[in-house]
């Protein structure tokens, strides 16, 4: 009787420890389902971390790309805005130089035309003096006379030795008788020079080539003003 009560209670024991076994098996298994879910969602927290990282980076760089391809654009057209001024200033300033140069040829061609103008009429009154046996100034009138214009260096006031030719009475220039017109007259610029007298024709002569020579300096400084002070 007892070893039948004992043959009945002894499996007991025996599922006891498997049903606890199974516990702690369900337990361990839950635990590790739970932790595997926390781990994936950390996982997927993670990666959606990275993502977004990622893509804020990405944006930040295209946004880095696109500012300095707008800084890019700005000096661009900055440049090119410079390059076509200073063109246009250019284009300008050489359109003005060209339109000086060609008045300032124009007054050249005038005070040519005039210069030979005078030498006609400077020929006929030559011929006029010499009929009517015209006046003659001698070397000391010579020498006084390209003092006066600043042509020969000034003697004082009490005056120095007459020159022996009026070659040494004005600056050394060398006379040169002019084709045409200017036949028989002496050349008068800068200073009178050549025989010992000069007539009124050769005054005049002088004045013209003087006078000539003033108009084209004046012409000149003043085309050259006129550049410069242009805005």
């Not at 076994?21 to 996982?43: F, H, K, T, W």
């Not at 009138?141 to 600043?150: D, K, T």
């Not at 060398?174 to 200017?182: K, L, V, Y």
């Not at 050259?224 to 805005?231: D, G, S, T, V, Y």
Request: with cysteine.
């Amino acid at each position: 009787m007892l070893e039948t009560i004992a043959g009945f209670l002894s499996p007991k024991p025996r599922l006891l420890a498997l049903a606890a076994g199974a516990a702690v098996l369900a337990v361990l298994l839950a635990v590790a389902g739970v932790r595997c879910v926390l781990l994936s969602a950390s996982l997927k927290a993670e990666q959606a971390a990275h993502a977004a990282t990622a893509e804020r980076g990405l944006r930040a760089l295209a946004e880095l790309r696109a500012e300095h391809a707008d800084e890019n654009t700005v000096r661009a057209l900055a440049v090119a805005d410079a390059e076509r001024t200073a063109r246009r200033k250019l284009e300008e300033e050489t359109a003005r130089a060209n339109t000086l140069a060609t008045e300032l040829m124009q007054t050249r061609t005038r005070l040519a035309d005039a210069r030979r103008e005078l030498s006609r009429r400077i020929a006929t009154h030559a011929a006029q003096d010499i009929a009517v046996a015209g006046p003659v100034f001698g070397p000391d009138f010579v020498r006084l006379y390209n003092e006066a214009i600043s042509l020969a260096p000034a003697t004082g006031a009490g005056g120095g030795p007459l020159p022996e030719d009026a070659a040494a009475a004005g600056t050394g220039a060398t006379a040169h008788a002019a084709p045409g017109a200017d036949a028989g007259l002496l050349r008068a610029a800068p200073g009178i020079a050549g025989a010992a007298t000069v007539s009124g024709a050769d005054i005049l002569a002088h004045i013209r080539d003087y006078g000539g020579r003033c108009q084209a300096l004046e012409a000149q400084v003043n085309a050259l003003i006129n550049f410069a002070e242009a805005p």
